[in-house]
């Protein structure tokens, strides 16, 4: 596309002398030239075409001079539109005050072409570097929309109605997920596998954005519809790490832990595929991490076999399950959050219901960040059994 460049001058000389110039770059296509007399006349040649990219105007014309065009020209609010100011040798003072009100630059009378030239070209680079962040700005936003799409959709994805439950007085369970960036690739769920077992998850995707956060939905699905038809946590680990190794891209994978907690007596068989352990909170006040099972992540070797342990949990006790960015949170010293004040701040919430659980850990989180951004998604899960 060539440059267009409207020309804003009284005197009829300077539409010969600029076409004769520039007759070769008109030719090719490069500069694309129009001619009005005064500043109406200019505005209304602005107002019916809005893609000029340069104005060249005099100041001193009849009607409207040039310092008035220029004023109506920046109202329009385009930065991308480069006015070249033309005066008489030695009017400084209009001369300043039109680079004051924003003018590119300006070229004296009488006209050097060559150093006008040069002026038109400057020019031309400024409204190229323009264009360019226009359009990366435009993209950006795209992007940006794109992304609040995608958050919306992965958070539908997880449970959000709590009480989950209601008419199931044997337990109680409350989660969270905090992506650090728009999406995230941490997942947390629940769901009842029959009328006596509850599954629950909390698994971390590797990498961030947005592959990381499909690769969650993939792994999320394929460990709920696998686990709905199956009574062993292992066996679901197994047969779901034989299916996220072929849908894995780029060498992801899951770190996941799953649970089936019978609902009537507390007790719990479960798998740790290479995830952070449990904290396993007594009634009492007693506070421990749950025995690995000492099994791999999912969607790295197809063949891995996995293991299965249980612990019983009594009236009262609680299970909660994190991802690592609850432990590697940083503070402004660089320090991580860790297992030890994790343990201290579970102690402290013995027998607490396990909403107030989550919001206490995320809370201590947030003190202990003091301001420091968050660089990796925070999902925090809560149950404990009440007992009959």
């Keep these: 596309m060539p440059v267009k460049i409207l020309s804003v001058d009284d005197e009829q000389d300077m539409e010969i002398l600029l076409t004769q110039y520039f007759r070769r770059k008109i030719k090719r296509g490069e ?19 809005p893609d000029f990219d340069i104005i060249l105007s005099d100041i001193n014309m009849p009607e409207m001079d040039g310092l008035t065009l220029l004023t109506r020209i920046n109202e329009m609010r385009n930065p991308a539109l480069k006015c070249i100011m033309v005066s008489a040798y030695g009017d400084m003072e209009n001369i300043r005050t039109a680079m004051n009100r924003g003018a ?17 070209e400057k020019a031309i680079e400024q409204i190229a570097f323009i264009k360019n962040a226009q359009k990366e700005h435009t993209q950006l936003k795209s992007i940006q929309s794109d992304l609040k799409v995608a958050k919306e959709i992965q958070e539908t994805i997880l449970p959000k109605k709590f009480p989950p439950f209601p008419a199931l007085p044997t337990f109680d369970i409350y989660a969270s997920m905090n992506a650090a960036a728009y999406v995230g690739g941490d997942f947390y769920d629940f769901f009842l596998i029959d009328g006596e077992r509850l599954g629950f998850v909390v698994a971390d995707v590797s990498g961030k954005g947005i592959p990381a956060a499909i690769f969650m939905a993939i792994s999320r699905t394929v460990i709920r519809a696998i686990a709905l038809a199956e009574n062993s946590a292992s066996q679901c680990m197994m047969r779901s790490n034989r299916i996220l190794c072929q849908e894995s891209v780029n060498d992801m994978f899951v770190t996941a832990f799953y649970g089936i907690m019978d609902i009537q007596s507390g007790a719990v068989t479960y798998c740790n595929a290479g995830h952070n352990p449990p904290v396993l909170i007594r009634k009492e006040g007693e506070v421990s991490f749950l025995p690995l099972t000492n099994d791999m992540i999912l969607g790295a070797y197809p063949d891995t076999a996995f293991h299965e342990k249980e612990a ?16 590697e949170a940083m503070n402004l010293r660089k320090e991580p959050y860790g297992n030890a004040r994790l343990m201290e ?11 107030e659980m989550v919001r206490r850990v995320a809370g201590s989180i947030d003190d202990f960040a003091d301001g420091t951004v968050q660089s990796d998604d925070i999902t925090l899960l809560s149950i404990i059994y009440n007992g009959h």
């Design 31 to 49: 500069y694309a030239f129009s001619f009005a007399h005064n500043g109406v006349e200019a505005l209304q040649m602005l107002l019916a075409h």
């Design 104 to 120: 590119f630059d300006f070229t004296t009378k009488p006209i050097n072409l060559e150093d006008m030239e040069c002026t038109i």
């Design 312 to 327: 019983i949990l009594r009236p009262g006790d609680s299970l909660f399950l994190y991802t690592d960015g609850v432990t």
């Design 345 to 355: 701040r579970c102690q402290a919430m013995k027998g607490c219901h396990p909403e």
